[in-house]
Protein backbone atom coordinates (compact mmCIF):
# COMPACT_ATOMS: atom_id res chain seq x y z
CA UNK A 1 0.00 0.00 0.00
CA UNK A 2 2.71 2.36 0.75
CA UNK A 3 4.41 4.04 -2.09
CA UNK A 4 7.67 3.34 -3.83
CA UNK A 5 10.89 4.94 -1.88
CA UNK A 6 12.23 8.03 -3.02
CA UNK A 7 15.97 6.29 -3.38
CA UNK A 8 15.11 4.94 -6.80
CA UNK A 9 14.27 7.80 -8.41
CA UNK A 10 18.21 9.10 -7.90
CA UNK A 11 19.47 5.75 -9.29
CA UNK A 12 17.39 6.11 -12.48
CA UNK A 13 18.55 9.69 -13.08
CA UNK A 14 22.09 8.79 -13.39
CA UNK A 15 21.10 5.58 -15.41
CA UNK A 16 19.96 7.65 -17.98
CA UNK A 17 22.54 10.45 -18.01
CA UNK A 18 24.70 7.24 -18.34
CA UNK A 19 23.29 5.80 -21.38
CA UNK A 20 23.34 9.49 -22.70
CA UNK A 21 27.01 9.47 -22.83
CA UNK A 22 27.71 7.07 -25.93
CA UNK A 23 30.99 8.77 -27.58
CA UNK A 24 32.30 7.75 -30.75
CA UNK A 25 33.04 3.72 -31.84
CA UNK A 26 36.16 2.53 -32.36
CA UNK A 27 35.84 3.31 -36.16
CA UNK A 28 35.42 6.65 -35.56
CA UNK A 29 37.97 7.16 -33.18
CA UNK A 30 40.17 6.01 -35.89
CA UNK A 31 39.13 7.92 -38.64
CA UNK A 32 39.21 10.76 -36.31
CA UNK A 33 42.79 9.86 -35.47
CA UNK A 34 43.59 10.03 -39.29
CA UNK A 35 42.00 13.18 -39.89
CA UNK A 36 43.83 15.12 -37.15
CA UNK A 37 47.39 13.63 -37.84
CA UNK A 38 46.70 14.59 -41.65
CA UNK A 39 46.11 18.08 -40.36
CA UNK A 40 49.04 18.10 -38.29
CA UNK A 41 51.17 17.08 -40.99
CA UNK A 42 49.33 19.62 -43.44
CA UNK A 43 50.32 22.59 -41.11
CA UNK A 44 53.52 21.27 -40.54
CA UNK A 45 54.28 21.82 -44.27
CA UNK A 46 53.31 24.98 -44.35
CA UNK A 47 55.34 26.06 -41.40
CA UNK A 48 58.79 24.59 -43.00
CA UNK A 49 57.09 26.05 -46.33
CA UNK A 50 57.55 29.61 -44.51
CA UNK A 51 60.52 29.17 -42.91
CA UNK A 52 61.71 27.62 -46.21
CA UNK A 53 61.09 30.90 -48.12
CA UNK A 54 62.47 33.01 -45.53
CA UNK A 55 65.35 31.80 -45.70
CA UNK A 56 65.56 31.43 -49.44
CA UNK A 57 64.43 35.39 -49.68
CA UNK A 58 66.11 36.70 -46.57
CA UNK A 59 63.10 38.58 -46.02
CA UNK A 60 59.44 37.99 -44.60
CA UNK A 61 57.81 40.03 -47.12
CA UNK A 62 55.53 38.25 -49.37
CA UNK A 63 55.59 34.55 -47.53
CA UNK A 64 52.25 34.13 -48.13
CA UNK A 65 52.50 33.27 -52.08
CA UNK A 66 54.94 30.06 -51.32
CA UNK A 67 52.37 28.44 -48.96
CA UNK A 68 49.30 29.52 -50.68
CA UNK A 69 47.58 26.03 -52.48
CA UNK A 70 48.70 24.41 -49.00
CA UNK A 71 46.82 27.00 -46.72
CA UNK A 72 44.03 27.19 -48.74
CA UNK A 73 43.57 22.94 -49.02
CA UNK A 74 44.13 22.04 -45.11
CA UNK A 75 42.21 25.28 -43.67
CA UNK A 76 39.13 24.51 -46.45
CA UNK A 77 39.84 20.93 -45.16
CA UNK A 78 38.99 22.11 -41.31
CA UNK A 79 35.22 22.58 -42.42
CA UNK A 80 35.02 18.86 -42.04
CA UNK A 81 35.10 19.58 -38.04
CA UNK A 82 31.50 20.84 -38.46
CA UNK A 83 30.31 17.61 -40.17
CA UNK A 84 32.05 15.63 -37.38
CA UNK A 85 30.09 17.93 -34.28
CA UNK A 86 27.02 17.22 -36.39
CA UNK A 87 27.40 13.55 -36.70
CA UNK A 88 28.24 13.39 -33.19
CA UNK A 89 31.75 12.01 -33.38
CA UNK A 90 33.00 15.06 -31.73
CA UNK A 91 31.21 16.45 -28.22
CA UNK A 92 31.63 20.20 -29.60
CA UNK A 93 28.88 22.49 -30.74
CA UNK A 94 28.30 22.59 -34.54
CA UNK A 95 27.08 26.42 -34.31
CA UNK A 96 30.50 27.42 -32.30
CA UNK A 97 32.65 25.05 -34.52
CA UNK A 98 30.95 25.86 -37.48
CA UNK A 99 31.83 29.71 -36.86
CA UNK A 100 34.98 29.30 -36.00
CA UNK A 101 36.04 27.51 -39.17
CA UNK A 102 33.77 29.87 -41.25
CA UNK A 103 35.69 32.76 -40.20
CA UNK A 104 38.87 31.51 -40.89
CA UNK A 105 37.46 30.25 -44.52
CA UNK A 106 36.09 33.63 -45.19
CA UNK A 107 39.32 35.67 -44.43
CA UNK A 108 41.66 32.74 -46.83
CA UNK A 109 39.04 32.72 -49.55
CA UNK A 110 36.78 35.51 -49.50
CA UNK A 111 39.67 38.51 -48.35
CA UNK A 112 42.95 37.42 -49.37
CA UNK A 113 42.31 35.18 -51.88
CA UNK A 114 39.44 37.52 -53.72
CA UNK A 115 41.69 40.72 -53.31
CA UNK A 116 44.81 40.36 -55.07
CA UNK A 117 46.60 43.35 -53.40
CA UNK A 118 46.40 42.30 -49.71
CA UNK A 119 48.71 39.13 -50.64
CA UNK A 120 51.87 40.85 -50.52
CA UNK A 121 50.65 42.66 -46.84
CA UNK A 122 52.74 41.74 -43.79
CA UNK A 123 49.26 41.62 -41.93
CA UNK A 124 48.37 38.38 -43.76
CA UNK A 125 51.91 36.98 -42.17
CA UNK A 126 51.33 37.94 -38.66
CA UNK A 127 47.80 35.33 -39.11
CA UNK A 128 49.23 33.00 -41.19
CA UNK A 129 52.17 32.40 -38.51
CA UNK A 130 49.52 32.50 -35.83
CA UNK A 131 46.92 30.33 -37.65
CA UNK A 132 49.92 27.91 -37.93
CA UNK A 133 51.65 27.72 -34.80
CA UNK A 134 48.34 27.20 -33.29
CA UNK A 135 46.93 24.04 -35.59
CA UNK A 136 49.92 22.06 -35.21
CA UNK A 137 49.59 22.28 -31.58
CA UNK A 138 45.96 21.78 -31.81
CA UNK A 139 45.49 19.10 -33.98
CA UNK A 140 48.09 16.99 -31.98
CA UNK A 141 46.58 17.47 -29.14
CA UNK A 142 43.33 16.15 -30.41
CA UNK A 143 45.51 13.06 -31.78
CA UNK A 144 47.22 12.08 -28.71
CA UNK A 145 44.05 13.25 -26.57
CA UNK A 146 42.36 10.31 -28.87
CA UNK A 147 45.07 7.88 -28.19
CA UNK A 148 45.04 8.61 -24.22
CA UNK A 149 48.49 9.66 -24.69
CA UNK A 150 48.22 13.45 -23.94
CA UNK A 151 51.94 14.44 -23.07
CA UNK A 152 51.78 17.08 -20.64
CA UNK A 153 53.62 19.63 -22.39
CA UNK A 154 51.21 19.76 -25.53
CA UNK A 155 48.45 20.29 -23.19
CA UNK A 156 50.47 22.96 -21.64
CA UNK A 157 51.40 24.64 -24.88
CA UNK A 158 47.56 24.35 -25.97
CA UNK A 159 46.16 25.83 -23.17
CA UNK A 160 49.10 28.77 -23.18
CA UNK A 161 50.29 29.63 -26.74
CA UNK A 162 46.92 31.19 -27.35
CA UNK A 163 47.25 33.89 -25.01
CA UNK A 164 49.78 35.40 -27.67
CA UNK A 165 48.87 33.71 -30.93
CA UNK A 166 44.83 34.83 -30.51
CA UNK A 167 45.94 38.39 -30.30
CA UNK A 168 48.28 37.88 -33.23
CA UNK A 169 45.76 36.12 -35.04
CA UNK A 170 43.31 38.41 -34.55
CA UNK A 171 45.51 42.04 -35.15
CA UNK A 172 46.74 40.31 -38.84
CA UNK A 173 43.17 39.35 -39.66
CA UNK A 174 41.56 42.94 -38.67
CA UNK A 175 45.01 45.02 -40.77
CA UNK A 176 43.99 42.65 -43.62
CA UNK A 177 40.65 43.39 -43.85
CA UNK A 178 41.31 47.14 -43.42
CA UNK A 179 43.33 46.97 -46.18
CA UNK A 180 40.96 44.99 -48.32
CA UNK A 181 38.51 48.02 -47.83
CA UNK A 182 39.92 50.29 -50.36
CA UNK A 183 40.49 47.85 -52.97
CA UNK A 184 36.75 46.69 -52.42
CA UNK A 185 35.42 49.65 -52.42
CA UNK A 186 36.71 50.65 -55.88
CA UNK A 187 36.16 47.63 -57.76
CA UNK A 188 33.12 47.45 -56.21
CA UNK A 189 33.86 43.12 -55.57
CA UNK A 190 30.96 40.61 -54.49
CA UNK A 191 28.77 43.88 -54.46
CA UNK A 192 25.04 43.93 -55.99
CA UNK A 193 23.86 47.43 -56.56
CA UNK A 194 19.93 48.75 -57.77
CA UNK A 195 17.98 48.41 -60.03
CA UNK A 196 17.79 44.66 -60.60
CA UNK A 197 15.17 42.09 -61.27
CA UNK A 198 15.05 40.86 -57.57
CA UNK A 199 15.06 44.07 -56.26
CA UNK A 200 18.15 43.51 -53.26
CA UNK A 201 21.44 45.00 -52.99
CA UNK A 202 24.54 43.99 -51.04
CA UNK A 203 27.64 46.42 -50.63
CA UNK A 204 30.51 43.94 -49.45
CA UNK A 205 32.75 47.36 -48.60
CA UNK A 206 30.02 48.04 -45.82
CA UNK A 207 29.75 44.32 -44.79
CA UNK A 208 33.53 43.91 -44.28
CA UNK A 209 33.38 46.79 -42.29
CA UNK A 210 30.48 44.89 -39.94
CA UNK A 211 32.73 42.06 -40.19
CA UNK A 212 35.64 44.41 -38.39
CA UNK A 213 33.05 45.82 -35.62
CA UNK A 214 32.38 42.25 -34.86
CA UNK A 215 35.47 41.14 -33.21
CA UNK A 216 34.96 43.88 -30.76
CA UNK A 217 32.10 41.40 -28.67
CA UNK A 218 33.26 38.45 -30.11
CA UNK A 219 37.15 38.41 -29.34
CA UNK A 220 36.92 39.07 -25.87
CA UNK A 221 34.37 36.67 -24.75
CA UNK A 222 36.13 33.53 -27.23
CA UNK A 223 39.60 34.64 -25.56
CA UNK A 224 38.11 34.79 -21.50
CA UNK A 225 36.42 31.68 -22.62
CA UNK A 226 39.93 29.99 -23.22
CA UNK A 227 41.57 31.65 -20.12
CA UNK A 228 38.88 30.00 -18.06
CA UNK A 229 39.46 27.08 -19.97
CA UNK A 230 43.25 27.17 -19.24
CA UNK A 231 42.69 27.50 -15.25
CA UNK A 232 40.30 25.19 -15.02
CA UNK A 233 42.21 22.50 -17.31
CA UNK A 234 45.98 23.61 -16.13
CA UNK A 235 45.07 24.85 -12.75
CA UNK A 236 43.58 21.30 -10.85
CA UNK A 237 47.00 20.00 -11.87
CA UNK A 238 48.92 22.27 -9.73
CA UNK A 239 46.28 21.83 -6.90
CA UNK A 240 47.59 17.85 -7.24
CA UNK A 241 51.28 18.62 -6.76
CA UNK A 242 50.39 20.75 -3.67
CA UNK A 243 48.41 17.35 -2.11
CA UNK A 244 51.48 15.77 -2.87
CA UNK B 1 -4.51 7.07 3.99
CA UNK B 2 -2.56 10.09 2.62
CA UNK B 3 -3.98 13.12 2.41
CA UNK B 4 -2.25 16.16 0.61
CA UNK B 5 -5.05 18.42 1.72
CA UNK B 6 -4.48 21.13 3.79
CA UNK B 7 -7.07 23.20 4.90
CA UNK B 8 -6.91 26.33 6.97
CA UNK B 9 -10.17 27.35 9.00
CA UNK B 10 -11.25 30.31 10.95
CA UNK B 11 -11.40 28.97 14.64
CA UNK B 12 -14.43 31.31 15.10
CA UNK B 13 -16.57 31.65 12.01
CA UNK B 14 -15.34 28.13 10.41
CA UNK B 15 -14.72 29.82 6.83
CA UNK B 16 -12.43 28.17 4.75
CA UNK B 17 -9.53 30.81 4.43
CA UNK B 18 -7.22 28.96 2.56
CA UNK B 19 -7.23 25.72 0.75
CA UNK B 20 -3.37 23.42 -0.33
CA UNK B 21 -5.27 20.66 -2.92
CA UNK B 22 -3.26 21.44 -6.48
CA UNK B 23 0.39 22.91 -7.26
CA UNK B 24 -0.83 25.90 -7.69
CA UNK B 25 -1.44 26.75 -4.19
CA UNK B 26 2.17 25.97 -3.94
CA UNK B 27 3.16 28.78 -6.50
CA UNK B 28 1.22 31.18 -3.87
CA UNK B 29 2.61 30.30 -1.02
CA UNK B 30 6.27 30.33 -2.40
CA UNK B 31 4.84 34.11 -4.05
CA UNK B 32 3.72 35.43 -0.14
CA UNK B 33 7.02 34.03 1.02
CA UNK B 34 9.50 35.24 -1.70
CA UNK B 35 7.37 38.49 -3.03
CA UNK B 36 10.24 38.73 -6.07
CA UNK B 37 9.01 35.18 -7.63
CA UNK B 38 5.69 35.81 -8.87
CA UNK B 39 3.95 32.36 -9.91
CA UNK B 40 4.53 33.04 -13.29
CA UNK B 41 8.26 32.67 -13.54
CA UNK B 42 8.21 29.42 -10.58
CA UNK B 43 8.67 26.26 -12.12
CA UNK B 44 8.34 23.31 -9.25
CA UNK B 45 9.19 19.90 -10.36
CA UNK B 46 9.64 16.59 -8.58
CA UNK B 47 13.16 15.85 -10.36
CA UNK B 48 16.01 19.04 -10.72
CA UNK B 49 16.22 17.79 -14.21
CA UNK B 50 13.03 16.80 -14.70
CA UNK B 51 9.53 18.36 -16.42
CA UNK B 52 7.59 21.49 -14.46
CA UNK B 53 4.15 20.44 -12.33
CA UNK B 54 1.40 22.62 -13.91
CA UNK B 55 -1.00 25.07 -11.65
CA UNK B 56 -3.75 22.65 -11.76
CA UNK B 57 -1.81 19.24 -10.85
CA UNK B 58 -3.54 17.66 -8.16
CA UNK B 59 -1.12 17.48 -4.57
CA UNK B 60 -3.02 13.63 -4.25
CA UNK B 61 -2.29 12.11 -7.53
CA UNK B 62 1.48 12.73 -7.20
CA UNK B 63 3.88 10.07 -6.97
CA UNK B 64 5.46 10.60 -3.59
CA UNK B 65 5.61 8.88 -1.04
CA UNK B 66 5.15 10.06 2.56
CA UNK B 67 7.46 12.87 2.33
CA UNK B 68 7.72 15.32 -0.86
CA UNK B 69 10.88 17.14 -2.07
CA UNK B 70 9.87 19.50 -4.35
CA UNK B 71 12.42 21.39 -6.87
CA UNK B 72 12.10 24.98 -7.34
CA UNK B 73 13.57 26.40 -10.57
CA UNK B 74 13.31 30.12 -11.33
CA UNK B 75 12.09 30.80 -14.77
CA UNK B 76 13.46 34.55 -14.85
CA UNK B 77 11.64 37.50 -15.48
CA UNK B 78 8.48 36.62 -17.72
CA UNK B 79 6.26 38.85 -20.02
CA UNK B 80 2.98 37.73 -21.10
CA UNK B 81 2.03 36.54 -24.30
CA UNK B 82 -0.18 38.85 -25.58
CA UNK B 83 2.69 41.81 -24.78
CA UNK B 84 4.85 40.20 -26.87
CA UNK B 85 2.61 39.61 -30.05
CA UNK B 86 1.25 43.60 -29.77
CA UNK B 87 4.94 44.44 -29.71
CA UNK B 88 6.12 42.06 -32.33
CA UNK B 89 3.42 42.66 -34.54
CA UNK B 90 2.91 47.07 -34.19
CA UNK B 91 6.57 47.37 -35.22
CA UNK B 92 6.59 45.92 -39.16
CA UNK B 93 3.27 47.80 -39.77
CA UNK B 94 4.40 51.21 -38.57
CA UNK B 95 8.04 50.37 -39.97
CA UNK B 96 6.85 49.27 -43.16
CA UNK B 97 4.91 52.32 -43.32
CA UNK B 98 7.83 54.53 -43.02
CA UNK B 99 9.32 53.10 -45.66
CA UNK B 100 6.23 53.18 -47.89
CA UNK B 101 5.80 57.11 -47.27
CA UNK B 102 9.41 57.50 -47.76
CA UNK B 103 9.93 59.04 -44.21
CA UNK B 104 13.73 61.65 -44.47
CA UNK B 105 16.79 60.03 -43.88
CA UNK B 106 16.02 56.24 -45.81
CA UNK B 107 16.53 57.42 -49.51
CA UNK B 108 17.76 60.65 -51.04
CA UNK B 109 17.08 63.75 -49.82
CA UNK B 110 15.30 64.25 -53.32
CA UNK B 111 12.63 60.98 -52.24
CA UNK B 112 11.68 62.09 -49.19
CA UNK B 113 7.80 61.87 -48.70
CA UNK B 114 7.06 61.07 -52.53
CA UNK B 115 5.18 58.19 -53.56
CA UNK B 116 6.34 55.17 -55.96
CA UNK B 117 5.21 55.07 -59.20
CA UNK B 118 4.36 51.19 -59.39
CA UNK B 119 0.96 50.23 -58.08
CA UNK B 120 2.53 46.80 -57.11
CA UNK B 121 3.74 48.93 -54.41
CA UNK B 122 0.54 50.33 -52.92
CA UNK B 123 -1.00 47.05 -53.10
CA UNK B 124 2.22 45.33 -51.12
CA UNK B 125 1.65 48.04 -48.38
CA UNK B 126 -2.06 47.15 -48.52
CA UNK B 127 -1.40 44.04 -48.35
CA UNK B 128 1.52 43.91 -45.42
CA UNK B 129 -0.34 46.26 -43.55
CA UNK B 130 -3.65 43.82 -43.93
CA UNK B 131 -1.67 40.92 -42.60
CA UNK B 132 0.11 42.60 -39.33
CA UNK B 133 -3.60 44.43 -38.43
CA UNK B 134 -5.41 41.23 -39.35
CA UNK B 135 -2.31 39.90 -36.26
CA UNK B 136 -2.90 42.49 -33.93
CA UNK B 137 -6.99 42.09 -34.10
CA UNK B 138 -6.09 38.11 -33.67
CA UNK B 139 -3.83 38.47 -30.99
CA UNK B 140 -6.45 40.63 -28.58
CA UNK B 141 -9.87 38.42 -29.89
CA UNK B 142 -9.36 35.22 -31.16
CA UNK B 143 -6.11 33.49 -29.96
CA UNK B 144 -6.47 31.48 -26.53
CA UNK B 145 -3.04 30.96 -25.14
CA UNK B 146 -2.51 28.24 -23.22
CA UNK B 147 0.64 29.91 -21.41
CA UNK B 148 0.39 33.08 -20.14
CA UNK B 149 3.79 33.80 -20.01
CA UNK B 150 7.45 33.41 -21.93
CA UNK B 151 10.50 34.57 -20.58
CA UNK B 152 11.37 38.42 -21.00
CA UNK B 153 14.70 38.00 -23.21
CA UNK B 154 12.05 36.35 -25.94
CA UNK B 155 10.94 40.32 -26.36
CA UNK B 156 14.21 41.20 -27.21
CA UNK B 157 14.57 38.19 -29.95
CA UNK B 158 11.29 38.15 -31.69
CA UNK B 159 11.41 41.64 -31.98
CA UNK B 160 14.99 41.77 -33.51
CA UNK B 161 13.77 38.88 -36.01
CA UNK B 162 9.99 40.80 -37.18
CA UNK B 163 11.28 44.34 -36.98
CA UNK B 164 14.54 43.52 -38.37
CA UNK B 165 13.22 41.45 -41.61
CA UNK B 166 10.44 43.90 -41.94
CA UNK B 167 13.03 46.88 -42.11
CA UNK B 168 14.89 45.15 -45.03
CA UNK B 169 12.10 44.27 -46.75
CA UNK B 170 10.35 47.37 -47.12
CA UNK B 171 13.57 48.91 -47.93
CA UNK B 172 13.63 47.48 -51.17
CA UNK B 173 9.76 47.38 -52.01
CA UNK B 174 9.34 51.03 -51.18
CA UNK B 175 12.53 52.13 -52.94
CA UNK B 176 13.02 54.64 -55.35
CA UNK B 177 14.64 51.90 -57.71
CA UNK B 178 12.40 49.00 -57.43
CA UNK B 179 11.74 47.48 -60.50
CA UNK B 180 8.22 45.48 -60.75
CA UNK B 181 7.30 41.68 -61.38
CA UNK B 182 8.48 40.29 -64.42
CA UNK B 183 5.23 39.01 -65.53
CA UNK B 184 3.77 42.24 -65.05
CA UNK B 185 -0.43 42.24 -63.77
CA UNK B 186 -0.75 38.41 -64.50
CA UNK B 187 1.94 37.78 -61.68
CA UNK B 188 0.46 40.57 -59.54
CA UNK B 189 -3.11 39.29 -59.92
CA UNK B 190 -2.26 35.56 -59.60
CA UNK B 191 0.21 36.31 -56.10
CA UNK B 192 -2.87 38.57 -54.90
CA UNK B 193 -5.68 35.89 -55.45
CA UNK B 194 -2.81 33.31 -53.75
CA UNK B 195 -2.19 35.63 -50.52
CA UNK B 196 -6.10 36.59 -50.12
CA UNK B 197 -6.82 32.99 -50.27
CA UNK B 198 -4.62 32.00 -47.41
CA UNK B 199 -5.33 34.73 -45.38
CA UNK B 200 -8.93 33.88 -45.13
CA UNK B 201 -7.45 30.17 -44.77
CA UNK B 202 -4.65 30.98 -42.36
CA UNK B 203 -7.99 32.98 -40.13
CA UNK B 204 -10.47 30.34 -40.34
CA UNK B 205 -7.80 27.92 -38.84
CA UNK B 206 -7.72 30.38 -35.98
CA UNK B 207 -11.17 30.25 -35.49
CA UNK B 208 -11.71 26.69 -36.01
CA UNK B 209 -8.53 26.28 -32.73
CA UNK B 210 -10.72 28.82 -30.91
CA UNK B 211 -13.55 27.06 -30.99
CA UNK B 212 -12.18 24.18 -29.86
CA UNK B 213 -11.39 25.58 -26.66
CA UNK B 214 -14.26 27.33 -23.96
CA UNK B 215 -13.14 30.79 -22.86
CA UNK B 216 -10.49 30.39 -19.44
CA UNK B 217 -9.90 26.54 -20.22
CA UNK B 218 -6.75 25.06 -21.56
CA UNK B 219 -8.34 21.86 -22.95
CA UNK B 220 -6.40 20.18 -26.05
CA UNK B 221 -8.58 18.46 -28.13
CA UNK B 222 -7.66 17.31 -31.78
CA UNK B 223 -9.03 19.94 -34.43
CA UNK B 224 -11.33 18.65 -37.10
CA UNK B 225 -12.81 20.44 -40.21
CA UNK B 226 -15.78 22.16 -40.50
CA UNK B 227 -18.61 23.41 -42.38
CA UNK B 228 -16.39 25.81 -43.66
CA UNK B 229 -13.88 24.54 -46.50
CA UNK B 230 -10.81 26.32 -45.97
CA UNK B 231 -10.57 24.07 -42.77
CA UNK B 232 -11.40 20.82 -44.69
CA UNK B 233 -7.23 21.17 -44.95
CA UNK B 234 -7.10 19.52 -41.19
CA UNK B 235 -7.95 16.25 -43.39
CA UNK B 236 -4.54 16.30 -44.48
CA UNK B 237 -1.80 18.67 -42.13
CA UNK B 238 -1.63 18.65 -38.52
CA UNK B 239 -0.79 23.24 -38.23
CA UNK B 240 -2.85 24.28 -41.26
CA UNK B 241 -2.23 27.64 -39.59
CA UNK B 242 1.27 27.44 -40.43
CA UNK B 243 0.24 25.86 -44.17
CA UNK B 244 -1.58 29.17 -45.04
CA UNK B 245 1.17 31.46 -43.51
CA UNK B 246 3.47 30.14 -45.58
CA UNK B 247 0.91 30.14 -48.99
CA UNK B 248 0.26 33.77 -48.16
CA UNK B 249 3.96 35.00 -47.66
CA UNK B 250 4.71 33.41 -50.88
CA UNK B 251 2.20 35.21 -52.61
CA UNK B 252 3.88 38.30 -51.18
CA UNK B 253 7.11 37.28 -52.87
CA UNK B 254 5.56 36.45 -55.99
CA UNK B 255 3.98 39.89 -55.94
CA UNK B 256 6.93 42.38 -55.12
CA UNK B 257 9.39 39.43 -56.63
CA UNK B 258 12.23 40.63 -54.14
CA UNK B 259 14.55 38.38 -52.62
CA UNK B 260 14.57 39.56 -49.10
CA UNK B 261 10.96 38.65 -48.99
CA UNK B 262 11.44 35.29 -50.30
CA UNK B 263 14.53 34.74 -47.40
CA UNK B 264 12.30 35.93 -44.95
CA UNK B 265 9.62 33.14 -46.04
CA UNK B 266 12.18 30.88 -46.27
CA UNK B 267 13.12 31.12 -42.34
CA UNK B 268 9.57 31.87 -41.35
CA UNK B 269 8.86 28.20 -43.30
CA UNK B 270 11.64 26.69 -41.50
CA UNK B 271 10.74 27.93 -37.92
CA UNK B 272 6.73 26.74 -38.79
CA UNK B 273 8.21 23.40 -39.85
CA UNK B 274 10.29 23.11 -36.66
CA UNK B 275 6.95 23.84 -34.60
CA UNK B 276 4.73 21.69 -36.82
CA UNK B 277 6.58 19.00 -36.40
CA UNK B 278 6.86 19.44 -32.42
CA UNK B 279 2.87 20.15 -32.53
CA UNK B 280 2.24 17.05 -34.36
CA UNK B 281 4.35 14.70 -32.49
CA UNK B 282 2.54 15.81 -29.50
CA UNK B 283 -0.63 15.35 -31.04
CA UNK B 284 0.24 11.69 -31.55
CA UNK B 285 1.28 11.31 -28.08
CA UNK B 286 -1.51 12.77 -26.43
CA UNK B 287 -4.53 10.91 -28.34
CA UNK B 288 -4.06 7.28 -29.24
CA UNK B 289 -6.87 7.99 -32.43
CA UNK B 290 -5.25 10.83 -34.12
CA UNK B 291 -5.73 10.95 -38.01
CA UNK B 292 -2.86 9.03 -39.50
CA UNK B 293 -3.20 10.69 -43.06
CA UNK B 294 -1.59 14.09 -41.57
CA UNK B 295 0.53 15.51 -42.16
CA UNK B 296 2.72 18.66 -39.96
CA UNK B 297 2.72 20.89 -42.25
CA UNK B 298 2.56 20.13 -45.92
CA UNK B 299 0.04 17.52 -47.20
CA UNK B 300 2.32 14.16 -47.66
CA UNK B 301 5.06 16.11 -47.84
CA UNK B 302 6.69 17.43 -44.67
Redesign the interface.
Known amino acids: ??????GT?KTA?TDSSNKKKKGPGTLAIAYLVIYNVVMTAGWLVIAVGLVRAYLARGSYHGLYYSIEKPLKFFQTGALLEILHCAVGIVPSSVVLTGFQVMSRVFLTWAVTHSVREVQSEDSVLLFVVAWTVTEIIRYSFYTFSLLNHLPYLIKWARYTFFVVLYPMGVAGELLTIYAALPYVQKTGLYSIT????????FDYHTFLILVMISYIPLFPQLYFHMIRQRKKVLGHVEEYSKVE | MKHYEVEILDAKTKDKLCFLDKVGNIFTFIFTLYPQWYPARQSIRLDPKGKSLKDEDVLQHLPVGTTATFYFRDLGAQISWVTVFLTEYAGPLLIYLMFYFRVPFIYAPKYDFTTSKHWVVHLACMCHSFHYVKRLLETLFVHRFSHGTMPLRNIFKNCTYYWGFAAWMAYYINHPLYTPPIYGEQQIRLALIVFLFCQIGNFSIHIALRNLRPPGSKTRKIPYPTKNPFTWIFLLVSCPNYTYELGSWLGFTLMTQCLPVAAFTLVGFIQMTVWAKGKHRSYLKEFRDYPTLRSPILPFIL
Open positions: MSAPAMRHLPNNYNFS
